[in-house]
């Protein structure tokens, strides 16, 4: 596995516990039934989803290298992981990046 890789990861977990850390600590006083909240919470999945998006349909980098049913089924594989694992984060991401790697290998 390439370390810009690794770097990538470490990077991207960082920066996505630090700002949940920091959401942590000013939440105190918002109510999570509130209609603003509610919209934050559907701004950020959809995010998600766009950014899941177009690493699938328009990859830059090396994942230019890979086939659309690479990444499709690095995405379905992490779907399956982090459900399997409770909707923990980290086995998904991890597991995720030795995938692509075997798949990137074997095909």
């Not at 105190?28 to 509610?38: D, M, N």
């Not at 992490?78 to 095909?107: C, D, E, G, M, R």
Request: charged share 10%; aromatic share 16%; net charge positive.
């Amino acid at each position: 596995m390439s370390v810009s890789i690794i770097y990538a990861i470490l990077v991207t977990s960082a920066a996505t516990f630090l700002s949940r850390f920091l959401g942590a600590i000013s939440s105190e006083g918002i109510k999570e039934t509130s209609k603003l909240f509610k919209w934050f919470n559907c701004l950020a999945y959809a995010t998600l989803a766009a950014l899941i998006a177009r690493t699938i349909i328009f990859p830059v980098g090396v994942l230019v290298e890979t086939s659309y049913i690479d990444r499709s089924l690095v995405v379905i594989f992490s779907l399956i992981i982090f459900f399997a694992f409770k909707k923990n984060y980290v086995y998904p991401t991890v597991l995720s990046a030795v995938f692509l790697s075997i798949l990137s290998i074997l095909f």
